[in-house]
């Protein structure tokens, strides 16, 4: 009853649209994942990780691009969005349908790396924001034994990104001795985990895909203009 809640902007709310919801998928193209890695060593055990992941998702029938880190600029270093290497990052964002994001572990934390790429990409372009409803797989490899932490990182960050998270995800430990001379992963548990990792993105994206805008569409931001939405997530950090 519309008494039991006066507070209420009942121009902005809505009931949950089930045809919406549930409708059947339109979209038949491959779905589209990009993937991003956190480390520039030569030997890079985040890259091959990530190369594995993609070959994997390429098995499972998505398109697949690998963003290539290098010559990426840091944020608020007197550089603005026409960088080469940040359009080249901004315009994958937007073309895909779903991330995955590897990482190596430092310090406790994922890589400066890593955060670099993901601060790039801006959590709204007007009222547009272009990861949002997105899916997003997080990997990360160890030097020693098995740790959560960059990927636990990633996950908040995806959730702040409004991005759809799947529950599953990889940590390799002791990562320089799960692959051969060639950069390939070795058979083990930690290459069977990243198949269903990749396995999980790929079930998820073709879910949501057609279905994402409605999945994170807000009550609180149907109330708001698109010019007071723009104001209020670009907003000038004090």
């Known amino acids: 009853m519309t008494d039991d809640t006066p507070q209420m902007d009942e121009g902005s709310f809505a009931t949950i649209d089930r045809d919406r919801l549930l409708g059947p998928a339109t ?19 985040s890259r091959l990780s990530a190369e594995e992941a993609g070959r994997i998702l390429t098995r499972l ?77 997080v990997m990360q490899v160890s030097g020693g034994s098995q740790s959560f932490n960059a990927v636990n990182q990633m996950r908040i960050l995806g959730r702040w990104m409004r991005m759809i998270t799947i529950p599953n995800q990889s940590s390799v430990a002791k990562a320089y001795l799960e692959f051969d001379a060639s950069g390939r992963m070795k058979p083990s548990p930690y290459y069977d985990r990243i ?29 708001e203009s698109a010019a007071q939405l723009s104001a209020r997530v670009n907003q000038r950090s004090i």
């Open 27 to 45: 979209s038949d193209h491959r779905p589209r994942i990009l993937i991003l890695y956190g480390s520039l060593r030569e030997r890079s055990f």
């Open 61 to 137: 029938g998505a398109e697949v691009r690998l963003f290539h880190p290098s010559g990426l600029p840091l944020v608020d270093d007197g550089v603005d969005a026409d960088d080469p290497k940040v359009r080249e990052l901004r315009d994958l964002a937007a073309w895909c349908e779903g991330m995955v994001w590897s990482s190596p572990e430092r310090h406790g934390a994922m890589t400066g790396v890593m955060k670099t790429q993901i601060d790039w990409i801006p959590l709204s372009i007007g009222a547009v924001r272009p990861t949002q409803g997105k899916t997003l797989a």
């Open 195 to 223: 198949v269903d990792v990749m396995e999980e993105l790929v079930k998820f994206t073709l879910l949501t895909r057609d279905h994402a805008d409605y999945l994170v569409d807000r009550y609180s931001e149907r109330r």
